[in-house]
């Protein structure tokens, strides 16, 4: 009697995933990867999100550039990005490398944090570059 030609071995690999499925495993993997305590990140644009801090009730505006690294004569600097607990930059802010926005501060949109900037905390800043907001 003949025998029938066994089944071929089923892989166990999973199924191949979709790149709407990657891109949302690497959406829902960002909180960690940011340092995001519980605060709220409305921008996409953050090139090396293991040098951003983003404290507790603190709140990334639309389109914000949180800038960790530079290039200045052909040499990357990197450094990180501390946004402080409660703190608010605008839409379309940009904080550049090594800046830091104090805890309760606001920074109004289009606004640009220098390099290596420190803005105290509780204080209202704006302008390109930031500087601190009469009223």
Known sequence: MPSTPAAPPRSCAPPPR??????????????????????ECETH???EP???????????GRACVVQTHL????????????IGP??????HTIALPGSRI???????PASLVMA?????????WQGNP???SRG
């Open 116 to 124: 290596a900037e420190h803005l105290p905390a509780g204080a209202r």
């Open 71 to 82: 290039f200045h004569d052909r040499v990357m600097r990197l450094d990180t990005v501390d």
């Open 102 to 108: 104090g805890g309760n501060t606001t920074v109004g």
């Open 50 to 60: 293991d040098l951003v801090r983003i404290r507790d009730g603190a709140v990334v």
């Open 18 to 39: 979709t790149l709407l499925d990657i891109l949302r495993a690497s959406v829902a993997a960002w909180p960690d990867a940011l340092a995001l305590d519980d605060g």
């Open 86 to 91: 409660g703190a608010v930059p605008g839409p």
């Open 130 to 132: 930031a500087h601190p």
């Open 45 to 47: 644009w953050l090139p």
